[in-house]
C-alpha cells in the first residue's frame, strides 16, 4: 500500500498567564486532555504503568459522540524548555503516524504571559471522508482556543 502524504498543522496562541503556571499545568497530559477536550472525551487514562512523572508513558481516552478509542504516548518532555512530544499509538479516527509536541514559553516583554505553539505532524489513512482534513483543522483550532480560554485572565 502506497503511503499517504504527511500532513503538518501549527498552531499558537499568547496566554494571560506565567510561562511556568501553565507549564505545571499542561505537562501532565491528563490536565491537558480536560482543558481540551473537556465533555467530549470520557475514561481518559494512563495505561501500561504510565503516569505524568514518566517518559515514556502510554495514556487513552475516548473521543465522543461516536466513542473512538485514541490510545497515545508521551514520548519526551523537557522541563527546561517546557515541551512535550507525543505520538499516536495506533489509528484513531483516519489518522496514522501522528506525532505532536507543544511548547510554552514566556512573553518577555509582557511579565505574566506566555506563548504556547503546538506542532502536529500526521498521514490521513485512505477511504477518509471528504472533508475529513477540513474537520480536523477545525478539531485542532479549537483545541488550542480551549487552551487560550482556560487561561484567560
Known sequence: ???SPKYSV???AV???DADEVWAQVRDMMV???VVFGAGIENARWTHGGS???VPSRFEFTLLPNHDLAREEVVGRSETDRSLT???VEQVL???DYVATYQVRPVTDEPGRSFVDWRREFRVVPGAPDGFLDDLEALFAQEIASVKAHFAA
Do not use: P, T
Request: proline share 0%; no cysteine; net charge positive.
Open 52 to 54: 505524568a512523572k514518566k
Open 10 to 12: 501549527y498552531h499558537s
Open 32 to 34: 491537558l486532555l480536560d
Open 15 to 17: 496566554l494571560d498567564a
Open 94 to 96: 483516519f489518522i496514522v
Open 86 to 88: 507525543y505520538r499516536s
Open 1 to 3: 500500500m502506497a503511503l
